[in-house]
């Protein structure tokens, strides 16, 4: 058997079902643990958890002695995470467009970033929250994240003579991220640019991946094609992305960094 972990089952339309992404996520938090390595996190200082899901990590985060607090855009996602949590201060907010009444020494943020399309205002409102020397410690799905299922959509999308969909993701190469954080006032100390494949869940194709994550892609296509469509995505991913114990391995790769606050 070969060593991939395991992929999210997620819930085939937005607003996520927090129920479903707690069933299903459990495994991105055994691949965080080294990214709140990179966190450190003190004893007393004070860190935002920026797309929080339903708080696991940012529990782990309070567990050191730190004051942290959550925000994720999806009320679902932070109804879930009080009722688990209810000693942590969980809003919903937008990570494009927050302000906080008071600084934090740190943002941590891990799977979240290629869901907020607009790095500029991203980093702009991490940056403001931020004191100076404050560290933002981020993990997210960057360059050729998940090439091989956007390439095969596309194909089977363009083979109809179909526009081609607009994709709600933002995977940036290293450089381009790195130029933004140093435009908005960041200096990196450290960046890592890596693949993680990732086994689809027994029984999931290709095709059950474009449902879970892409369903306002599949919206833009015709309706009465999107089986058709996925059919024929199958088809061509099978004999490159099927491992040899006929699990599906998506091709995920991660971003992650340290950047500080210029003083
Ligand atoms: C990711 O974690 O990289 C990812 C998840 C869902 C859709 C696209 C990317």
Redesign the pocket.
Known sequence: MTDHPAAPVLPRSQPWDASAYDRAFSYVNVLAASLLEWLAPRSGERILDLGCGTGDLTARIAETGAVVSGFDRDAGMIAQARTKFPSIPFDVRDGHAFALDAPVEAVFSN?AL?WMTRADDVIRCVHEALVPGGRFVAEF?AGA??AAPIAALRSAVTARGIGLPVLP?YFPTPAQHATRLEAGGFEIHRLDYFARPTALADGQTAADWWRM?GPSVLAQLPADQVDDILRQVDDMLAPQIVDADGRWIID?VRLRFIAVRRR
């Open positions: 799977a290629h799905g994240n998940v993701w994550f995920y």
